[in-house]
């Protein structure tokens, strides 16, 4: 038997970097606001990144990979049938409490693929609609950076830069040789006093700001369906509080902030008689033209000791220089290269003992400090683009603690993706030659890397090849808005992280200058 | 019962023997039964099953506690530490330009084809 709930302005599904985003936003209106998130508060004392423990930590509480973690507040995603896994975390902070802080904005070209190179389609919306969001959003995380950088129009207000650290500055005098595009990593990490970097998660700025307005955040509150009893409206949620209790939470407003696959998953797990197919998905688009960021991977090995380990996880620096679409390519749009950090010494040993670099023994120590901070990574991030083919489903086989069904991912990379990844990849080995690398590593794609999700719900004019609109509200129901990466129309090829909490900060403020658009 | 604390001792010491041969001391760097708690892997039914068998079979072993044996060698406190230092003096020896705003720029050399706007 439901309990009925008193009912509130708006619900918010999810409190990740979309959904905090939001909160705060509307926080500063006179709307009585609930977000339920699935997963707990973490105590900040207890992230992966504090403790000498960390590289234990990642390959068991906090695992990128929520089959392996398993905790009480994950659902099973099913990925057998996809080269890349997903990764992500569910708590308040969502997958900004493990992801590295790396945050470039899109290109003022990612938002017009269509006009400018013939693929993907164009956004409803463009740079400049984002450009005061990206810079309000840099302003609440705490984004460091360069100003400057050529390939984006004038971004102010950055702070100090992470320092690139003695490999960083190794690779940039390279790409100075080779003549190509380099600029200082753009990221959402701060340093604090006593000299130690912090890196920025959205528990710890956006949230205690938006509780403070009088967001009410419940925790461990999983929802099952958005209700729908009449054609083009919601009229709540079912959710299960942490007791596993079901509740129906009535609003007037429901925004969905739960990623590039719980979002398309509640919407087809909410199908009823009025929306059959699932909610909000008359064009058959919800779930579809997924996009994942195909990577690949580069890893030279130097003689010398760099202290490439030394610095903030996955923040140096990074190349646009194949970033847009050039005749001479077999591929339209392109790639970053990211130029990552040296692993950890966990991951080193267990990486060179698989890879027959380290054996135990006498030499154990030997080898093992010829590789440990002797490395430079980076990463070839490729601009996926949108096929009906790429996407998800609910799977009724493997359900969550809570009963709602699991997902499947179906996923391959097409043509273009593989050629990028192969351009991509020699060009990593050119750089890593340049600088003197006695051995190279390189493979693609790096399964445990589908952070970005893409694309499920995507944005567009018309109602018949989009699920939302500019406004993030779905074609079909007017109350019913999507804030996260779900309706990112292209992926650009860098994180969406700066892109997401700007689309959210923008659609948010729009219902705040135009109630009527969107409530009933 | 004293027997049998005589027998857990020998246990003790044979594996200590062993998971030092996987890992050495070396310079700076500690054997492994300086850093990690043997008793650990001795509760794992696996590894005292292998090891009361005679002669031992140390491949099976080598196999069945190699990766827990390397996650907690390289998570202690006092390895880390270690490597920190390592880094660190690097670090401080090393001539750094980027940590200034100013520098950072200077070695940055952007050419014209690269304005992509």
Redo the contacts between chains.
């Keep these: 038997m439901k309990t009925k709930e008193k009912e509130v302005d708006i619900i918010i599904i999810g409190a990740g970097a979309s959904g905090a985003a939001a909160a705060w936003n509307l926080s500063k209106t006179n709307y009585k606001i609930v977000c339920l998130e699935q997963g707990p508060l973490v105590n900040k004392n207890n992230y992966c990144s504090f403790q000498y423990k960390w590289e234990k930590l990642k390959k068991n509480k906090f695992n990128i990979n929520p089959n392996i973690r398993k905790l009480k507040q994950d659902y099973p995603i099913d990925d057998k049938n996809s080269p890349i896994s997903i990764a992500n975390f569910n708590a308040v902070g969502g997958s900004t409490i493990l992801y590295s802080g790396h945050f470039p904005r899109f290109h003022v070209s990612d938002f017009k693929t269509k006009t400018l190179d013939d693929v993907g389609k164009d956004w409803p919306i463009t740079y400049s609609d984002l450009e005061k969001y990206y810079d309000l959003n840099d302003k609440m995380m705490g984004v460091a950076g360069l100003t400057g950088d050529p390939v984006y129009p004038k971004i102010l207000n950055l702070k100090q830069p992470v320092p690139l650290g003695y490999a960083g500055e190794k690779i940039a005098k390279g790409f100075n040789k080779l003549g190509w595009h380099w600029w200082p990593s753009y990221s959402a990490v701060t340093k604090k006093i006593n000299g130690k970097y912090q890196k920025m998660s959205v528990d710890k700025n956006y949230w205690p700001k938006a509780i403070k307005n009088g967001v009410n955040l419940k925790t461990n509150c999983k929802v099952k369906k958005i209700v729908s009893k009449a054609s083009g409206q919601v009229s709540g949620v079912i959710y299960l509080d942490s007791k596993n209790k079901e509740k129906f939470l009535g609003a007037k407003l429901v925004i969905l902030a739960c990623s590039g696959i719980g979002t398309p998953r509640l919407l087809l797990n909410s199908a009823n008689d009025y929306y059959p197919k699932g909610l909000a998905n008359s064009s058959g688009l919800v779930g579809k033209n997924l996009m994942l960021h195909p990577l690949g991977y580069v890893e030279g090995i130097f003689k010398n000791f760099l202290a490439s380990n030394y610095g903030p996880e996955g923040c140096c620096l990074a190349s646009h220089e194949f970033y847009e679409t050039k005749k001479l390519n077999e591929f339209k749009r392109g790639y970053t290269i990211h130029v990552l950090r040296g692993t950890g010494p966990l991951e080193t040993a267990m990486n060179s003992l698989k890879l027959k670099r380290l054996k135990f023994g006498k030499s154990f120590h030997k080898d093992f400090l010829k590789i440990y901070g002797c490395t430079i990574p980076l990463a070839i991030i490729c601009e996926d683009l949108p096929e009906k083919t790429n996407f998800i489903e609910l799977d009724n086989s493997k359900k969550d603690s809570g009963g709602i069904p699991g997902v499947k991912i179906n996923y391959s990379l097409n043509k273009n993706t593989k050629k990028m990844l192969a351009h991509g990849i020699e060009k990593g080995k050119k750089i890593m030659k340049t600088i003197g690398a006695h051995s190279i590593l390189s493979f693609a794609p790096v399964r445990h890397t589908g952070w970005h999700t893409m694309g499920t719900a995507c944005m567009g004019v018309s109602a018949k090849d989009s699920v939302v609109n500019s406004f993030g509200q779905t074609h079909d129901i007017k109350n019913l808005v999507v804030v996260d990466s779900s309706i990112f129309t292209t992926s650009g090829g860098v994180n969406p992280m700066s892109t997401i909490q700007a689309l959210s900060l923008k659609i948010t403020d729009d219902i705040k200058s135009s109630p009527n658009r969107f409530f009933l | 019962m004293k027997g049998h604390n005589l027998y857990n001792l020998e246990i003790k010491k044979i594996f200590k023997k062993y998971i030092d ?4 001391k ?2 700076y ?1 500690p054997e492994a039964s300086k850093v990690i708690k043997i008793e650990y892997f001795l509760k794992k039914k696996q590894v005292s099953k292998i090891l009361k068998q005679k002669p031992l079979d140390s491949e099976r072993l ?1 196999l069945c506690i ?2 827990d044996l ?2 907690e060698y ?2 202690s ?1 006092r ?3 270690i ?1 920190e230092k ?2 660190k003096n ?2 401080s020896n ?1 001539k ?4 200034n ?1 100013i520098k ?2 200077k ?5 014209k ?5």
């Design positions: 041969k996987m890992i050495p070396y310079k760097m080598s190699k990766n390397l996650e390289f998570t406190k390895v880390i530490e490597l390592r880094t690097f670090i090393s750094i330009i980027s940590s705003s950072l720029t070695l940055i050399k952007i050419s084809k690269n304005k992509c706007l």
